[in-house]
């Protein structure tokens, strides 16, 4: 089946900083998803994008399908953007709406 | 709009014991899916249902199973229950692709 990997594992920052988290992805998609996870286990949409390029005030992301990779940025950092960021895809032949998901990304914002 | 809903929120039974946890979708989306997140991981696929069919299942045994009501809601039940259940059950919704997830149920089996 196809494997999602993400980096890094952990992330620190300064409120105030950027940083850039990776996912790649070992076969096509027809669906790609960035789910924020906050402290209480809910799962928040970031983004849906198999491919292309989408921005939401301090988030930005880009899918780049062909070499298999999506990117979120986060620009600005605060530390309410703390906690585990997830990419999740649904490879190409499923028509299951199986979602799999990546280890994740913690992400800890220092004030 | 409402958002996916579930229940229990939290919920501790013994080992061996039945449980059922409810979700209730999107209003307008007909598809529901199930996740189990055990701690430190990324969430696994149990099932998804679409118009009450099963449209696929994941690597769990046949312990866990579900349906899904004419009005879109689902259930999900485990029969005996191991310690290895214990994790926060996630339900989606989606009315296409994009899939949005309910605040879940922590199931705790001592």
């Known amino acids: 089946g196809i494997q999602v990997e993400q980096s890094p594992p952990d992330l620190i920052l300064q409120e105030g900083a950027n940083s850039t988290l990776r996912c790649n992805f070992s076969d096509s998609v027809n669906n790609l998803q960035w789910f924020h996870q906050n402290p209480w286990g809910q799962l928040i949409n970031l983004f849906y994008?198999?491919?292309g390029t989408k921005q939401n005030g301090r988030l930005s992301a880009t899918t780049v399908a062909t070499e298999r990779y999506s990117l979120l940025y986060i620009s600005s950092s605060q530390t309410t953007d703390s906690g585990v960021y997830f990419c999740a895809v649904e490879q190409w032949s499923s028509n299951t709406g199986k979602l799999i998901f990546g280890q994740g990304t913690t992400l800890q914002v220092k004030p | 709009d409402a958002g996916v809903t579930q229940s229990p929120t939290h919920l501790i039974k013994t080992r061996g014991q039945h449980v059922t946890l409810r979700c209730s979708p999107i209003?307008?989306?007909?598809?529901v899916s199930w996740y189990q997140q055990v701690l430190g991981q990324g969430p696994q696929f149990i099932f998804q249902y679409y118009e009450k069919e099963e449209r696929g299942r994941g690597n769990f045994p046949d312990r866990f199973s579900a349906r899904q009501f004419p009005n879109y809601s689902s259930e999900l039940n485990v029969n005996a229950l191991l310690l290895g259940d214990s994790a926060l059950y996630l339900c989606a919704s989606s009315i296409q692709d994009e899939q949005y997830f309910g605040p879940g149920t922590r199931l705790t089996v001592t």
């Open positions: 994008i198999p491919s």
């Open positions: 209003s307008g989306h007909k598809s």
